[in-house]
């Protein structure tokens, strides 16, 4: 009843959706490691990476590197606003309030969306050149696919240097697991923090326009259940470990792709379900996740 | 030649309580002083308020002459001051070489550095060893040494030292001090803390005990030593 053609096509399409689950997890997994937010704020920056890309590459017509640079400029500068007026006031301040303030800051910018786009979901062409059809015996796809794997692979290969062999990358790291000593070490920590914001937005910006291109459709709501589905990927991958957020992206996104594929089509609905079944799932199972890293008790 | 640090008259509070309380020292160069004093007696909030983390409600701290009393702690590395935290702080989760280099976080001279990381590298071979390791795995002692390292790397020229002897074995705390003499002897200054005295007062150039954020005693070894209230206190005698 399946072929292996059909497995094939539908794990590209987990792929594909791991990816972008990915590259939102690691903005976001890097925030939380170091400040124990959970930055609900992370998924309005897709929504607002692809109505940008929209208005600077679709309608004003710039060339597609350039408005791939504006973008993610664009979504840096969105961080660090974030930053500087949302969360750098609450440092310190109980993690509850932190979180509210993300929360409060998503419905703000969906909302603030809704109201200069539309309420309507917006077609989102993909760029000519990356429309292309190829067909294999065993797959079918576009030139879209494969740029957004190869991109997100790019990126996180990126990241993952920056973490490990950057000094910057490595204060980042320290400060995630003690604030308080790496400013001892003339670390300025809001400026690491900020950083942790800028490199997080403008992927997540950048990931908008994956969104838009793969899928066609883009609307003001599109980043509210995929930024939670990116920090579950985050819990599932072992919290404060960035290959971990990776890894849970892809096992989420395979996990959605495939469960729909497979199963009878009446289940279809529940792809969301699936996804925090899942996240159930490794919790009991593994309670730090994946990749993560067991707190240890200290006396 | 005025003194490399003079607190003058600090009061830290935890909320609406003194830790400390118009708490007065000073540290000439080159020398090693102890800072000595029961569990609550202030001593750690004196290093972290010296080190800029914490912030006196009263009072003014004063660095080779400078008023450095609200200046934040990073910029207080760059001036040369480092604090070897209580209970280590050492970054599990990074390599011991990362950890050492985090310490010289401040500084731009790449050649320096390596140099420095070589000589931290010849007064602790063991950490050499395990260079790229995961500093988690470290023994106890190792930790303590890799945190001086780690201090030595900023190229200080006053370290506070918070209890480095805690939960350490008696062997490898008579090591640790004949390090900190070392270091000592390359022309840096020590600020060092200490709940055990006996050690702290043998290797010190000053003594001061505090009691409940106040100065109690201050003199040198020899007179602080053949006090009786030492002796009973701080020495088991």
């Known amino acids: ?58 309608r004003l017509g710039l060339p597609f590197v350039a408005a791939l640079f504006l973008v993610l400029g664009f979504g840096g500068a969105m ?73 997100s692979l790019l990126i996180m290969l990126a990241f993952h240097l920056f973490v490990k062999r950057t000094k910057l990358g490595i204060a980042m790291r320290a400060t995630a697991e003690n604030l308080e000593v790496a400013n001892l070490m003339g670390i300025e920590v809001n400026r690491v923090i900020s950083v942790a914001f800028v490199l997080g937005s403008a992927i997540a910006a950048f990931t908008g326009f994956l969104w838009g291109a793969k899928y066609g459709q883009i609307s003001y709501d599109m980043g509210f259940l995929t930024g939670v589905k990116a920090f579950v990927a985050v819990v599932v991958g072992g919290v404060g470990s960035i290959p971990g957020a990776m890894l849970g992206g892809f096992v989420l996104g395979l996990a959605e792709i495939l469960s729909i594929a497979f199963l009878p089509t009446r289940f279809a609905e529940y792809r969301d379900g699936i996804v925090f079944a899942i996240l159930i799932l490794v919790l009991l199972i593994r309670p730090s996740g994946i990749m993560g890293i067991r707190e240890e008790v200290r006396v | 030649m005025i003194s490399l640090l003079k607190v003058e008259k600090i009061t830290v509070k935890y909320g609406v309580i003194p830790a400390i309380q118009e708490l ?16 609550g007696a202030g001593k750690t909030t004196t290093l972290k308020t010296i080190m800029g983390v914490l912030r006196p409600v009263r009072g003014r701290i004063f660095y080779d002459g400078k008023d450095i009393t609200f200046l934040p702690a990073p910029q207080r590395v760059r001036l040369g001051i480092a604090l070897v935290p209580e209970g280590r702080g050492i970054f599990n989760r990074l390599t011991v070489r990362e950890n050492l280099l985090l310490g010289a976080y401040h500084r731009r001279d790449q050649e320096g550095i390596l140099q420095d990381l070589e000589e931290v590298y010849r007064l602790f071979p063991r950490l050499k060893e395990r260079e790229n390791q995961v500093a988690g795995t470290l023994s106890g002692g190792e930790q303590q040494m890799l945190a001086i390292g780690r201090g030595l790397m900023s190229r200080p020229r006053l370290m506070l030292l918070d209890e480095p002897s805690l939960g350490l074995a008696p062997l490898v705390v008579r090591e640790l001090y004949a390090l900190i003499r070392r270091i000592r002897e390359n022309g840096v200054t020590i600020l060092l803390v200490e709940q055990s005295a006996p050690m702290a007062i043998g290797v010190a150039d000053y003594v001061y005990v505090l009691e409940t954020g106040v100065v109690k005693i201050a003199g040198t070894p020899q007179e602080v030593e053949s006090l009786e209230e030492v002796k009973k206190v701080y020495l088991g005698g």
């Open chain 1, 79 to 151: 961080g660090l606003v974030l930053d500087l007026v949302a969360y750098r006031k609450l440092r310190g301040g109980p993690e509850v309030a932190l979180l509210i303030t993300s929360l409060g800051f998503y419905t703000f910018i969906e909302n603030f969306t809704k109201l200069i786009v539309s309420p309507q979901p917006y077609a989102f062409k993909t760029p000519e050149f990356l429309a292309t059809l190829y067909r294999t015996p065993y797959l079918t796809f576009r030139t879209v696919d494969v740029f957004i794997i190869f991109s």
């Open chain 2, 24 to 39: 007065e020292f000073e540290v000439e160069r080159g020398q090693i002083v102890a800072l000595l004093g029961a569990n």
């Open chain 1, 1 to 58: 009843m399946f072929s292996l053609s059909y497995f094939l096509q539908q794990s590209m399409n987990g792929i594909i959706l791991g990816c972008i689950y990915a590259l939102l997890a690691l903005g976001m997994t890097v925030v939380y490691g170091i400040l124990r937010l959970i930055n609900f704020a992370h998924g309005a920056l897709i929504t607002l990476g692809a109505f940008f890309m929209y208005f600077v590459f679709f």
